[in-house]
């Protein structure tokens, strides 16, 4: 699914936001991402082929509302697009070190757009489409979920936030995504749909995106995505959306 990112004229001149993203066919896989309602705030995804058997995917979160994080978001978009080209590109690379040098200039590079710091929990990965592996690193973001056969992973935070500290660098380890695995990232807008002043028992929570995944029937990565907005969306159907709610999902086939 196409992200509803445009460009759109001002009185000083154009307002640049992200390019949409068009995700691309991976053998074997299928990944897709949704966000729903308007975008109010910080939420961010994007998704490129860098090499014949690599993707890199990533969902970052810009601390802030969203006529004051579209030049950030853009920023990252570009750097996201160009450095992770000229990182992962070669066949022999050292993932990891690939990641944890992209995470960096993103950092560097949001700091310097927005002269100063800018948080951005922000979750990157490289799936690589031949050995089913991914290598990823959690800059302070919400857990990611694998879920295949075993049961559910969380992939916790390895790392601070992007764009708070110059030379922060984060781990980035490297899982398997087995046949029939579904790896679901979701935005702290899902976490945290339903909070009613800041109590944390009455969020949507991390526990029933679990739930939820675990319940949820087999099916495509939009459709898995929608679904489970759906469902925050109706756990918090009396009150409108403080914060993006944004999922992205990669399911590889059985």
Do not use: W
């Not at 897709?32 to 970052?60: C, N």
């Not at 579209?70 to 070669?90: D, V, W």
């Amino acid at each position: 699914m196409r992200s509803l990112f445009r460009s759109r004229a001002s009185d000083s001149g154009p307002i640049v936001e992200p390019v949409a993203t068009i995700f691309p066919k991976i053998e074997g896989a299928d990944i897709a991402g949704v966000f729903t309602g308007k975008r109010i705030a910080g939420d961010f995804y994007d998704s490129i082929r860098v090499s014949p058997e690599r993707i890199l995917l990533g969902l970052l979160d810009v601390a802030g509302r969203r006529d004051e994080t579209r030049t950030l978001l853009t920023a990252a978009q570009q750097i996201f697009r160009s450095a992770g080209t000229e990182l992962f590109s070669t066949p022999d690379i050292n993932e990891s070190d690939a990641m944890t040098e992209l995470s960096l200039r993103i950092n560097r590079g949001l700091i310097e757009a927005s002269t100063g710091v800018a948080s951005c929990p922000a979750f990157i990965a490289c799936y690589h489409e031949q050995f089913g592996t991914l290598c990823y690193t959690n800059a302070g973001h919400t857990p990611g979920l694998l879920h295949d056969a075993v049961g559910i992973t969380e992939l916790p935070s390895t790392g601070l936030p992007l764009g708070l500290f110059s030379h922060a660098t984060a781990e980035a380890p490297t899982v398997a995504v087995e046949k029939g695995a579904t790896l679901l990232l979701v935005s702290r807008g899902v976490i945290e749909c339903g909070r009613d002043n800041h109590r944390c028992e009455d969020e949507f929570g991390l526990d029933r995106v679990k739930d939820f995944l675990n319940a949820a029937p087999a099916q495509g990565a939009e459709t898995l995505c929608a679904s489970l907005l759906n469902a925050a969306n109706e756990y918090n159907k009396k009150e409108a959306p403080r914060d993006d709610r944004t999922a992205l999902a990669l399911i590889r086939a059985a």
